[in-house]
């Protein structure tokens, strides 16, 4: 079964930009300074004959998709070479259909061999995650370029009639539910009717001053906010993500107590922890949230859900996280690369799933479905996505509903870095009484409006 307006990929042109970040962002045991993002233009043609562009962009932020005591700089040009690969391997994929069904045949039949030859040639194998993340920008431009085909924004093409397979074609639902994909797609698990502005998270970093007595010295002058009230009384905050250690108890307790102090007295409603999966034992958690809750309750009551406090390796480390999840909410990140693994996070404990753009926004659609149709609670976190990686992050949590909102902390971290893309969707880039809003974006595909946009993209990596 075809349909006319099934694609294929003719071509593809990728771009390095490289961005530095104003203050340190810290992931784990690393520290992020500096992050080149990925941008991505590709081709299409329809059974028609009818070509079209369109773009999608990711940054390869090393520290996240590859945690290794191997030196930055080799990940780094590994994760860019992977890229180059790729913009070989899509425009020699021949595969025809919607955006859902040929990124997700790229995935299951091409990314693991490619990855299995890059990793061949190397003593340190690059993580799944991390080919993902390479692939996000070729994936997220296919889905872009078939709504400028279509002449339609891209969440209207997520249904029967523009997609030859049905939910059931990829998804499996879990044993002994009555959950049934047959005749299903993506558009029965989208809202009809996304909202135009969304609250917004900010991300307290392990190393961001929280207050005068926490400065160094060597913060910038840029005009931009340092300590953690001033971004809280600029940005009319209402939602703070805090990144803890998972590996030093008391450190981390006294660091949410002191953010939640904060908090209570500049009327924040919303908390999360952030572990940064390094967490193996589920006591470690625990114990943070009983404490918590009998000195400080109600800093405990603000904090909405916890956010990955496990290793990344589900399958792996497959630790039993109903004592957590019987506290707070739950929520897999670096874990959930597809819905297989939230099927299998769902039987340990897990009870939500946080999206990412950065994992392709094919994985993101499927991983939504196959979630809310087993009552999974959704949010969409960032990868500190700036310039136009971050249209598509926030469309993705406006059509899946979330929690609540959505994190987006490139403001924080590299504001200048968007200004072209900024000055066409202002609200976007600079959060405002709490939140961001979509009400800019427009026309087809994404609705990026790149005609508006004027930035001098450097020479072409590959394509």
């Given amino acids: ?80 070479q992977f890229c180059v690969a790729l913009a070989d391997a899509w425009q020699r994929f021949e595969q025809q259909g919607h955006p859902i069904e040929v990124g997700h045949d790229f995935q299951e039949q091409v990314l693991p061999n490619l990855l299995a030859e890059a990793n061949a040639r190397a003593a340190d194998p690059m993580p ?3 080919a993902l993340v390479c692939c996000s920008p070729f994936d997220i431009a296919l889905h872009d370029a ?16 523009y997609m030859n397979r049905c939910l059931a074609d990829f998804l499996t639902p879990a044993e002994g539910g009555n959950v049934d994909f047959r005749g299903q797609f993506p558009d029965a698990y989208l809202l009809a009717d996304p909202p135009q502005e969304l609250l917004a998270w900010h991300l307290v970093g392990g190393l961001d001053p929280l207050d005068a007595e926490e400065l160094r010295g060597d913060e910038p002058d840029d005009g931009y906010p340092v300590m953690l009230a001033d971004w809280i009384r600029r ?32 009327d924040v409603d919303w908390l999360t922890t952030d572990f940064n999966c390094t967490v193996t034992d589920p006591a470690y958690v625990t114990s943070i949230l009983d404490r918590l809750l009998v000195e400080h309750p109600r ?18 480390y497959r630790i039993d996280v109903h004592a957590v999840s019987a506290r707070k909410p739950l929520f897999m990140d670096e874990s959930a690369h597809d819905w297989r693994l939230i099927r299998l996070g769902r039987q340990l404990g897990w009870t939500g799933v946080a999206l990412k753009t950065c994992k392709t926004q094919t994985g993101a659609i499927l991983a939504a479905c196959w979630a809310k149709a ?90």
């Fill in 1 to 80: 079964m075809t349909k006319p307006t099934d694609v294929r990929v003719v071509s593809t042109a990728l771009y390095f930009i490289p961005v530095r970040t104003r203050v340190p962002l810290k992931f784990g045991p690393e520290t992020l300074t500096h992050v080149t993002c990925a941008r991505v233009r590709v081709e299409v043609e329809d059974r028609q004959g009818r070509r079209t562009c369109g773009w999608g962009e990711t940054p390869l932020s090393v520290q996240w998709v590859w945690p290794s005591t191997l030196p930055y700089e080799p990940r780094h040009d590994r994760l860019k």
């Fill in 128 to 130: 799944w995650l991390a």
């Fill in 299 to 316: 800093i405990y009551g603000m904090i909405l859900y916890v956010e990955q406090p496990f290793p990344y390796e589900l399958e792996e």
């Fill in 374 to 463: 087993h009552g999974m609670t959704l949010m969409v976190q960032d990868l500190t996505n700036p310039m136009l990686a971050q249209i598509p992050h926030v469309l993705l949590a406006a059509h899946v509903g979330t929690i609540a909102g959505v994190e987006t902390n490139a403001m924080q971290f590299y504001p200048e870095a968007s200004r072209p893309e900024a000055a066409v969707h202002p609200d976007l880039y600079q959060r405002r009484h709490g939140r961001v809003r979509l009400t800019t974006l427009g026309g087809p595909g994404f609705g990026y409006r790149l005609a508006d946009i004027h930035r001098n993209l450097p020479a072409p990596a590959a394509g």
């Fill in 235 to 266: 940005d009319g905050l209402k939602c703070l993500k805090v990144k803890l250690r998972g590996n030093d108890a008391t450190w981390d307790y006294q660091r949410l107590l002191k953010v939640g102090r904060l908090a209570v007295a500049l």
């Fill in 146 to 161: 078939y709504g400028n085909l279509l002449g339609k924004p891209v969440y209207q093409t997520y249904a029967r009639e």
